[in-house]
């Protein structure tokens, strides 16, 4: 395509690098390679100053580097046009009269240093308060990120909600990649209890975890980098206070049970073996829906809560445990799901990491024989 004689001016852009968590080596090293393919064809990528990416990027032939650091007048200025118009959509959604519009804007302009992360989540908040409380509570929400990230978290462990919403934040905060509503429930019991099969109180409940949290086609992701990364160090012993083991293991017991309850032969009634899977189409609602992540990821999650076998927790790679049962009355309908994911490859990947943990593991000797 970018040798295409007949391109025009095309503008390619990729936002924050810094959070490509799969194959970033390879996605810096096609930038490099294909910048200098055509000149009607510009690139522009924005990432954190890591050493490594701005290492592979200075590979590239003809480049601009333009550090935000180095122009605070000209971010000051953009998020001070953004403070204006979210303050004028908040004075006319909420009818605010001129003392509090002008108190609102003044409190977000002397507050938010520059970050449109910052003006963006107190705003949202602000949709969510009667236009009457709005002065008192505009000193509820601190200037910097941490510091209102900080307070989220304490209005979510004085609620009466603090265990189940402490429980999704560490779920989603650990899973590799983001999940569906569906997955998010069927791998947390609690969740599952509460909500059962509705969507739409899952979604309810998944909007008390603060502004930490957003919903884009039915998938679950955090507001920005930033949020995860403040989880997982500032508040890490608030959601994970035994550790990030004890949530791998909850993802891993639980994705067993739902692979268990739900996976059988022909999952997608297609009668056929052998059938092109280019050729199949997804039904709906689709069977394979709440337990899609846990087959493709649960070993993973196995390994990562298994780090030490040495321990008691070799227990569960003894014959007669979840892992033997599964493999030796689903192991086919796994692979069946697998191929039906299109995940294959990750499969083959997933087993070579469960027979190295068995190998490393004792009283294992029949397992070892399924794998």
């Known amino acids: 395509m970018l040798q295409d004689p007949s391109l025009n001016s095309t503008y390619l852009i990729i936002d924050a690098l810094d959070e490509c968590v799969a194959d970033l080596s390879k996605l810096l090293d096609f930038v490099v390679q294909k910048s200098s393919v055509s000149s ?18 200075e590979q590239a032939g003809h480049k601009v580097r333009l550090c935000l650091e180095l122009n605070a ?4 200025a953009a998020v001070s046009v953004y403070i204006e118009k979210r303050v004028s959509q908040l004075a006319q959604e909420k009818t605010y009269d001129k ?13 938010a240093n520059n970050t449109f992360l910052w003006v963006a989540s107190v705003c949202q908040h602000l949709e969510k308060i ?48 983001p999940i569906t509503l569906k997955e998010l429930s069927a791998i947390s019991e609690m969740l599952e209890n509460v909500a059962g099969d509705d969507l739409e109180s899952t979604r309810e409940i998944v909007s008390l975890c603060g502004s930490f949290l957003t919903i884009r086609e039915q998938s679950v992701y955090f507001v920005h980098q930033s949020a995860k990364d ?9 959601i994970f206070p035994s550790g990030t083991e004890e949530t791998h293991y909850i993802v891993f017991s639980r994705s067993l049970h739902i692979m268990s309850m739900t996976l059988r032969r022909d999952m997608y009634n297609l009668l056929e073996v052998g059938y092109p899977i280019e050729e199949v189409k997804q039904p709906d609602p689709d069977p394979l829906a709440a337990s899609r992540y846990s087959c493709i990821y649960w070993v993973d999650h196995l390994c990562a809560w298994n780090f030490n076998p040495s321990t008691n927790r070799s227990a569960e790679l003894q014959d007669g445990s979840a892992v033997d049962s599964f493999l030796r009355k689903q192991y086919l309908y796994w692979l069946e799901a697998l191929s039906l ?6 499969g083959v990947l997933s087993m070579a990491k469960l027979n190295d943990l068995i190998q490393r593991s004792t009283d294992s000797s029949e397992l070892m024989k399924l794998v």
């Open 40 to 57: 009607r064809v510009k690139w522009i990528v924005s990432s954190r100053n890591w050493p490594d990416i701005e290492g592979r990027l």
């Open 73 to 76: 007048e000209s971010i000051s």
């Open 230 to 238: 403040f989880l997982f160090t500032n508040a890490f012993y608030e």
């Open 341 to 346: 994911c299109q995940s294959m490859p990750k």
């Open 99 to 111: 003392r509090t519009r002008d108190t609102v804007l003044e409190h977000l302009a002397s507050n």
């Open 130 to 177: 009667e236009r009457w409380n709005v002065r008192e509570k505009l000193n509820l929400f601190p200037p910097g990120l941490d510091l209102l990230y900080k307070r989220m978290i304490q209005q979510i462990s004085d609620s009466h909600n603090a265990s189940l919403c402490k429980q999704i934040l560490a779920l989603v905060v650990t899973v590799y990649r």
